[in-house]
């Protein structure tokens, strides 16, 4: 799949960088260094841009809907799970937190756009960007915040709210759902820069990715199983049940399930940072859930044709 090709290359440069560290730039510091710049200014911004030039049709609340249908139910599985292990003593809290954001939010569009553009065409590349800023995004930055700090560094005199507050991706969302309510939409210029900030997201997260793709340790490959189960099988399988209720059907409703596999989101490693999760563990999951759904969204694809 040639579209894939450009997503590989910058997952490899990330990787070389992990490996040579030019410039005297450090991983960490590389690391932290994006990981700032996407929460602080290319994630709001591609926020911005996408949801205030996103054209009103039925899809606009359907695959959301799906998705936070399907987010819900991987968060609570997945809550459930790891902390019954966690009260078992088989995981640590900072290992707990990592697995239940790997398995319950998934990177739409760093990873799930291009594979849908290979297998369905660019003109349903909105599929996976509607699911991911008005599903997944929503999640990531209130509920999956909150999930991070309950599980890391606590947030001291009941803070969590004001902790909330301080991440400029959830006021990127309420500004643009306000702007669009509305309907005041920016100045050309103004649309043009959100966009040309934004557009740099995507490539900054594969980048993110690529630096710190690795697998730990055997254990944590072990760990991971569950995460991966409910991140590729699971997750999809509701998406695809949920689906049909909610009005989707078609092409749709199949790319609606292959993204709803889509691995662990990128972001997931500034929180992870962020809160002092176990940042190890969380991208051996982004990486075996990264190849993984490589492999099988063709396969997936296919399947789920076959049942409708």
Partial sequence: MSSLIPMVLILATGVAWHKFEPGGVTTQQLRSTLSALVVNLLAPTLILYIILTTPLKEELYQVPMTG???????????????SGLLRA????????????LAASFGNG????????EALFGAEMASIPLIYDLL???PF????AVLVAAHFGTRIAGGHLGRELLLMPPVWAIVIALTLRYFQ????????????????ATVPMLLLMVGVNFK??????????IPAMFIKLIVSPAIAFSSGVPVGLSGEVLIITSITAAAPPVIVGI???????????????????GTAAYLLIAPSLSDYLTQLI
């Avoid at 990531?140 to 509920?143: E, P």
């Fill in 270 to 288: 500034a929180l992870a940072d962020r809160f002092k999760l176990d940042s190890a563990l969380f991208c051996t999951a982004l990486t075996l």
């Fill in 140 to 143: 990531v930055w209130i509920i």
């Fill in 215 to 224: 697998i730990s340790s055997f254990k944590y490959v072990l760990l991971t």
């Fill in 89 to 100: 003593g088989y995981i640590s809290r900072p290992q707990a937190g990592a697995l239940v």
């Fill in 184 to 199: 005041w939409i920016p100045h050309e210029s103004i649309i043009q820069a959100f966009k040309m900030m934004g557009l």
């Fill in 68 to 82: 936070i249908i399907t987010i819900s139910l991987c968060l609570g599985l997945s809550l459930i799970l790891f």
């Fill in 135 to 137: 599903a997944t995004v």
């Fill in 109 to 116: 569009m760093g990873i799930s756009l291009p594979a849908v």
